[in-house]
């Protein structure tokens, strides 16, 4: 009897309440299993790299890396939009408002599995021409092909995990979506290793082993789900559109959903500047793309976890607590961040040496990290402010600022820098974070300045 209580007294506190209590504890339990959890979900496309760039060649390597660009505009697309149901039912949770909370749950299910048919035909039907717009090497292009065509057919499994974990987090429980990645992280680990080195499948084996897992996740999420207790809880025959919540949810997740989709799908031309350089530049420049993930670990599990109680404060109508937690996230995030900068730069080569050992590889891959790494604290800046910004509802103003930075100049500083300085990779590299500071001034300005708090009270 004693277990039985004690197992349903744990169960009720998976899911936070996060209009009570200390701000610190609250963003750091929360933002700790997120950065857990992320890191986990890292280990996927980064363990492929490793396991082809030392188990198969340098043009796999460049081939699963490479494909970030266009496996993250669809992807980032899906993301905006769970955004706006994690936003949503977070507001509706803050306000214990059981009726919307279900609903919403409901539409974000029928959301998804409509979106799964569209993403997967997209994907696939796309993905040679994106790839001829990176200007992939000849002897990297067969393997992307592989990869891609092969991720694509069963992403569904991801983005049912993502919008369900959405749908968790949204409530305050951010462990039990960290525990069920790791165990599909763990499982993509081993048979990466078993579809590469016992079945020599190569690449093609990665991928299937990349999107059982992901189905794996998105199983234990949805029984999670369905067999929840609260206002949350998914009744499979109740899944329907509700159009105003529906239409509430996109309102509010379409703006990131643009922004995080077409920044992606920027970053398809941004890579054609690197591959101009050649496969061994390719391979660098994927390589330092998985060290960048999990740098930017502890700032987008900052930046999610601000989201998140901003979005139940703000729902409660408790507005200086929303911004005294701002504060405090954008605290963490930047000393989180600044602690991680020297290690990276000291240990740049070997980072790049657990994807590749060629000399060529280490020699660009460590290039770009060194001159990277400083300007970190500009993405901890707008990411924080752009988190904080959505949490209210206002999701338009970080869209258009992000685009106009990490899309419109970028392409423009690229387009320049590459005519005025040919040849030279450095100049190409500092386009990231000349996208970075203008973002964060312009964030910064709207945050301090901008008369947008009266207007979103009202949501």
């Known amino acids: 009897m004693k277990l ?6 744990l169960r009720l506190k998976r899911d936070t309440d996060m209009t009570t209590g200390s701000i ?31 188990f198969v060649s340098k043009q796999a390597l460049a081939a699963v890396g490479g494909s970030g660009p266009i496996i993250n505009t669809l992807v980032g697309i899906f993301s905006g939009l769970a955004s706006g149901a994690t936003v949503v039912i977070s507001q509706y949770y803050g306000a214990h408002d059981n009726k919307h909370v279900s609903e919403a749950v409901h539409s974000t299910l029928a959301l998804t599995a409509v979106l799964s048919v569209i993403f ?12 001829k717009w990176m200007a992939v090497p000849d002897d990297v292009m067969p393997e992307a092909l592989t990869y891609l065509h092969i991720y694509f057919a069963g992403v569904s499994g991801l983005l049912f ?8 987090r949204a409530v305050g ?17 081993v048979m990466d290793l078993i579809l590469v080195l016992v079945i020599p499948l190569g690449t093609a084996g990665v991928a299937y082993a990349t999107i059982f897992s992901q189905f794996l996740s998105a199983i234990l999420v949805i029984i999670t789900l369905v067999r929840s207790d609260g206002s949350f809880r998914l009744n499979l025959k109740k899944v329907k559109f509700t159009w105003p919540v529906t239409l ?19 970053n398809v031309f941004v890579q054609s500047y690197i591959n101009v350089f050649g496969s061994a530049a390719m ?6 793309g998985k060290i960048d993930q999990f740098i930017q670990l502890p700032i987008q599990a900052m930046a999610f976890s601000s989201t998140t109680f901003i979005g139940q404060n703000w729902g409660a109508g408790l507005y200086d607590r929303a911004k005294k937690s701002f504060r405090i996230a954008l605290k963490l995030s930047l000393i989180m961040t600044v602690i991680l900068i020297p290690v990276l730069i ?10 590749n050992q060629e000399t060529p590889v280490l020699d660009y891959g460590s290039l770009i990290i060194r001159y990277m790494a400083p300007f970190y604290v500009l993405s901890c800046i707008n990411q924080i402010y752009a988190g904080a910004l959505r949490g209210t509802g206002n999701t338009r103003v970080p869209m258009i600022i992000m685009l106009s930075s990490f899309v419109a100049f970028r392409q423009v500083y690229l387009a320049i820098i590459s005519r005025l300085l040919p040849g030279q990779p450095v100049p190409v590299i500092l386009g990231y974070p000349a996208g970075w500071l203008l973002a964060s001034i312009l964030l910064c300005l709207y945050y301090e300045l901008g008369n947008w708090r009266e207007k979103y009270k009202t949501i």
Not at 161 to 168: E, F, H, R, S, V
Not at 173 to 189: G, H, K, M, V
């Open 283 to 288: 391979a660098g420049w994927s390589s330092y």
């Open 346 to 355: 000291i240990f740049s080569r070997q980072f790049i040496y657990l994807f």
């Open 173 to 189: 429980d951010s462990r039990r979506p960290t525990i069920f990645l790791i165990i599909s992280a763990l499982t993509n680990i």
């Open 248 to 266: 509430k949810m996109v309102n509010i997740g379409l703006p990131t959903s643009v922004q995080q989709g077409v920044t992606s799908f920027s």
């Open 24 to 54: 610190y504890e609250h963003l750091l339990w929360f933002a700790l299993p997120l950065l857990v959890g992320n890191l986990f979900q890292i280990l996927y496309n980064t363990v492929d790299s490793i396991v082809v760039g030392n």
């Open 161 to 168: 995990y993502n919008m369900g974990t959405g749908i968790l």
């Open 120 to 131: 997967t035909i997209v994907g696939i039907v796309f993905t040679p021409t994106m790839l």
């Open 4 to 9: 039985h209580r004690l197992r349903f007294s």
